[in-house]
Structure formats: structure tokens, C-alpha cells
């Protein structure tokens, strides 16, 4: 079966901005805070739902997100039980016949950190947010990454690594955004964390 695995990741302890998060724009069954999650992307688009399928039936994990467009399909899946959770990849590994090494390496495509964000931007980024809100002399951070898959990863290990708000991520589509606001010193730290999680993730070159 001629699948290409995009993205493919495992979210070991979802953190509360996170998991809030998500449940702002999941049309499924919201995942909530502590959880492990797996997330993947795959093309054609349609056949996210042969992924939905071999996991459901054989996992106890819960549908958060499953998005079909005609090039890119997204399933985001979470469960209390880490272990459902890994069981969750393996079979669709295993039925697919692919290993984790086939999904697309992820890279960082740019960032950009802003200080003292003024009283008219923080308006701005504020009206677009499904998140926290980002206060006027803050710093804002952000992040993109290809695929866009990865930026949910990256969000919830900035969040693990320092206190920020998360104002938004967009983990759907040709690029994943990430969008973080607090003090200069706390976006430093969250940017470092964000990066290295996706440095830290192989996979099959992903040429710029």
C-alpha cells in the first residue's frame, strides 16, 4: 500500500496549554491534560482513514482529530495509557508495512522572537488565537516547521521547558506554525526546547 508517511510522533504527557488547546479546534474527542498522544500525517489524504481504522479496532485509544484533504490526512489519537498509545503505532506500522524511519525528518523553517510586542500587535496575534492571550511588552515567539505536523511536539515541549503562554499552533496543512508569548527570558528557554525537539526527531531527508 503506497502510503507516505509525513509525519509520525508520540507526545509522551500532553501538557494543559497543549491539551486545552487542541480541544479549541479538534472536531473529535478531546484529549485532556497528563494523556499520551500519537500524531500522524499522511498522503494521499484518504487514507487517514485506513489509519483510523487499524488503531480504533485494536487499541483503546480515543479519536481527537482526524482532518481528509485531498493531499494531506491528519489523526491525531490520545489515551491515559501510554502503553495504547505505543501499541496504537505499532500496529499501523506493522499493518502498513512501514517503519518510523520512513516519515519525513522534520525541520525548522524559520523563527522569529519579538520583544516588548506593542499594544496594537498584541491585538493583533490576540484576535487570531484559539489559546492564551499574549499582553502587550511581551516577548512573542514564532516557530515554523515541515511538515506541519511536528509543530505539536514542538509546542508541548516549550511548554514542558518554561512558563509561556501558548497563544496558537497549527499542526494542520503545508506548514506547522507555533505561536508562544511571555517574558524574553522564559521564550528563550521554550524556543530552545521547541527546536530541539524537532532536531531530535530522524527520518528520511526533507530537502528545503
Known amino acids: 500500500m503506497a502510503i507516505d508517511l509525513r509525519c509520525f510522533t508520540y507526545i509522551d504527557i500532553l501538557q494543559p496549554q497543549t491539551a486545552g488547546f487542541l480541544g479549541t479546534v479538534s472536531q473529535g474527542y478531546h484529549p485532556l491534560r497528563d494523556q499520551a498522544a500519537l500524531y500522524i500525517e499522511v498522503s494521499p489524504g484518504m487514507d487517514i482513514n485506513i489509519v483510523s481504522d487499524i488503531a480504533l479496532k485494536r487499541t483503546t485509544c480515543t479519536p481527537g482529530m482526524q482532518i481528509v484533504e485531498r493531499r494531506f490526512g491528519v489523526l491525531e489519537l ?17 499493518t502498513l508495512d512501514l517503519k518510523v524511519s520512513d516519515r519525513l525528518k522534520p525541520r525548522v523553517v524559520s523563527e522569529e522572537t519579538i520583544t516588548g510586542v506593542t499594544g496594537y500587535h498584541s491585538q493583533i496575534v490576540n484576535r487570531m488565537r484559539h489559546g492564551n492571550f499574549i499582553d502587550e511588552g511581551n516577548t512573542l515567539y514564532v516557530l515554523e516547521v515541515h511538515p506541519a505536523g511536528y509543530a505539536l511536539i514542538a509546542t508541548n515541549e516549550a511548554e514542558k521547558a518554561a512558563n509561556i503562554d501558548v497563544l496558537e499552533f497549527r499542526a494542520v496543512g503545508a506548514f506547522g506554525r507555533i505561536y508562544l508569548g511571555g517574558t524574553e527570558e522564559e521564550i528563550a528557554q521554550a524556543a530552545r526546547a521547541a527546536v530541539a525537539a524537532i532536531e531530535a526527531i530522524d527520518g528520511r531527508p526533507n530537502p528545503a
Do not use: F, K, P, T
Open 78 to 94: 490520545h489515551d491515559y495509557d501510554q502503553g495504547q498509545v505505543r501499541a496504537a503505532a505499532e500496529e499501523i506500522l506493522e
